[in-house]
């Protein structure tokens, strides 16, 4: 008991505790070319004049120098035939209603070539030409509605593109480009930009020219920088801490609304921007259901907790998973399922080093839970074929500025140093069979996964979140501490589970 609690104590960080309100008549806002503060000139998002606390000397988004924006964009022509033409368009804004806008994520492709935050735009690549980028008009009354956006001379000065030009003057400029290359490239499902509107741009299609670029994208973005790397470490530590207080919230606070509430306050509050998606909170039976999102039930007394969580920090993210039980033990049928999913887990980790595959890891982590479900009568001995009702999952994917990060790459792929995967068995048992399993009554009603962020390197592998307990006494210690604890120091005794 000794042992698990300095080992739970060791792994709480304290939280990390903003802006400035800026006012001025409509008449001065209008008459500027953009809104600055001291005199320093707003291009929409933080510049190390803005946000000298984010950013360093040369870097155009945190953490990532402009020299790396240069490298990848040359690494992305080296890659792409001769006379090929790249069209990137960012993200479009999605909007709630009307005139409400949904909070904007930027499309990853865009980013990771241009490091521009901001909706509305379209990159052009090619070697004749460089980076050209097309940026959204702004009109005068937007700047009042919505503040300021980058314009065509942050693209030049700030995103380090060899020209830029507004928006309105793409439909002179690129249906040349189009004509004059062989193959043009572009991010089928990021945007429904103009340009496929274009003359130039459906004669290129109907000729077979136009080509999806996600293939040529998702090779560069599978290794990770070194600038990356330390980000994804960031925000592997941020959503860890974070789990780790929701944790301790959930001994007092049993509804799932209101664990989900923790974990995006607490990873906000540390520094992410927004949760990586929304956050998964199953108690009891609710577990079973894999992206189960409605977040809106009491958590049972006796039930275990499921909750798969990821932050974003400046354009990287984290994904993990813990189930436990609030009240402090889990039931014998509820051990009997964790410890074959933590085993497995465990042993697909030792799997992550250079050579091997997500694919190999996963007919791995198959055998152990086909196995392991037969031993506990869950399926029958010649009913393999069950287990894809009980975890229809794979083990894992790539993670980075995508939760699901390269996405077209085959899973027989070879991991290599700086490759970041996820390592998630599972098992989701429905309170009632659905899909013909046919598992013992005491086990129904029952989900339980354990995923861990894998970064794989030189010698082997780290994983990311290893500070987050998983281990049955670790996590049965975290429980049952009392409010004078030093882990459990802010936190009430456990109330909700008498």
Sequence with gaps: ????????????????????????????????????????????????????????????????????????????????PEKSLAIIASADQQ????????SFRQNGDYLYIT???????????????????????????????????????????????????????????????????????????????????FDA????????????????????????????????????????????????????????????????????????????????VGGGANGSVIHYSRNDKKIKRGDLVLMDVGCEYHGYLSDLTRTWPPCGKFSAAQEELYSLILETNKECIKLCKPGTSIEEIHRHSVKMLINGFQQLGIIGKGKSIQYNYLNPTAIGHSLGMDIHDSTTLSKDKLLEPGVVITIEPGIYIPPVPILNEDAPDRYRGIGIRIEDEVLITESGHEVLTASVPKEIPHLTTLMNMGAGSPVAEGHEPRAACS
Aim: aromatic share 8%; charged share 25%.
């Design 1 to 80: 008991m000794a042992t698990a609690a300095r080992f739970l104590r060791s792994t709480l960080r304290a939280s990390e505790p903003a802006s400035r309100l800026l006012s001025a008549s409509y008449r001065s806002i209008v008459g500027r070319a953009a809104y600055t503060t001291g005199g320093i000139t707003d291009v929409g998002q933080p510049t190390l004049k803005s946000h000298p606390e984010l950013l360093a000397d040369e870097e155009i988004t945190p953490g990532i120098a402009s020299e790396e924006y240069l490298s990848r964009r040359k690494r992305l022509l080296d890659v792409l």
């Design 95 to 102: 909007m709630m209603t009307d005139v409400v806008p949904y």
């Design 115 to 197: 490091g521009c935050t901001q909706p509305g735009g379209v990159a052009v690549l090619s070697k004749e030409t460089g980076l050209y980028m097309f940026m959204p008009d702004k009109h005068k009354r937007d700047v009042v509605w919505e503040g300021q956006t980058a314009g065509v001379e942050a693209a030049v000065d700030f995103f380090k593109a060899d020209k830029a030009f507004p928006l309105s003057e793409m439909k002179k400029i690129l249906p040349e480009m189009i004509e004059q290359s062989k193959v043009v490239y572009h991010n089928v499902n990021a945007s429904a930009s103009s340009y496929r509107n």
């Design 201 to 280: 741009f459906r004669r290129a299609s109907l000729n077979n020219k136009v080509k999806d670029l996600v293939h040529y994208t998702d090779e560069l973005r599978w290794v990770k920088s070194k600038s990356e790397i330390k980000l994804m470490r960031e925000s592997a530590s941020i959503v860890s801490q974070s789990l780790l207080q929701t944790m301790l919230l959930s001994r007092t606070h049993r509804e799932e609304s209101q664990l989900a509430a923790k974990i995006e306050y607490e990873c906000k509050m540390r520094g992410a921007q927004r949760m990586a998606f929304h956050p998964v």
